[in-house]
């Protein structure tokens, strides 16, 4: 397994309903998530990450536009610089440039930003459930959904097979759980979870 064909594999696959695929198509957004995704995971190996933190879905003011997990397009704009980067190697997420920031992904990077190596970020469901007709929006995905997460985790372990995995939150849990894979477990930063999954980072 490669990056390349990683994020190939991702880009083809069929989601459940009400579910979005980020990265599949030739739509000029699409292209762009799919650069930005494996731009970080090359980045990601060459530093090669310690822990990898499993949160749950991508959410449409996050990785549904940014293609790159836990970030928000203005994350995406300073990421270049996390990693030491004078200029930016990644695409800019414009596709709802009324979108900037994604709370999670802002309490992540205001904890991790300063770790080296910085950890690798990923979510057990790699595509965007949201509400019936509001694709701006955010849902829970179901279990059966969730499961077909569970190949794309396998391969991205084949990648990176240092890291210990930490889950971020209860549903990124039960899913490792269910599948088997060692792991600790932090609060999600989300409805008031922040300074919980700091703590729980900091105790790691």
């Known amino acids: 397994m490669t990056i390349s064909k990683f994020v190939h594999e991702l880009a083809t ?3 459940p309903p009400r579910c979005t695929n980020p990265y ?5 957004f699409a292209q762009q998530r799919r650069h930005n995704l494996q731009t970080y995971l090359q980045l990601m190996a060459r ?3 310690q822990l990898l ?3 749950e879905a991508p959410g449409y003011r996050g ?3 940014t293609g790159v997990p836990f ?5 995406l704009a300073r990421l270049g610089k996390q990693f030491g980067l004078g200029t930016s190697p990644f695409q800019p997420a414009t ?6 920031r994604e709370a999670s992904a802002t309490i992540v990077w205001r904890t991790v930003g300063d770790w080296q190596p910085l950890p690798l970020l990923w979510n057990v469901f790699p595509f965007h459930p949201y509400q019936l007709g509001n694709p701006k929006s955010n849902r829970t995905p179901k279990t059966s959904e969730i499961a077909m997460g569970r190949p794309f985790l396998h391969h991205l372990l084949q990648l990176f097979p240092q890291v210990k995995i930490v889950a971020v939150g209860k ?4 899913a490792l759980e269910k599948w088997s894979v060692a792991h600790t477990a932090v609060r999600h930063p989300s409805h008031g979870g922040a300074k919980q999954f700091q703590t729980g980072l900091a105790q790691l």
């Open 13 to 15: 696959a069929v989601p």
């Open 24 to 28: 599949t198509g030739e739509r000029p």
């Open 47 to 49: 530093q090669s990450p």
């Open 53 to 55: 933190l499993v949160g």
């Open 63 to 65: 990785c549904r536009l």
């Open 71 to 75: 970030t928000s397009p203005h994350i």
């Open 95 to 100: 596709e709802w440039p009324e979108v900037i």
């Open 171 to 174: 549903k990124a849990a039960g």
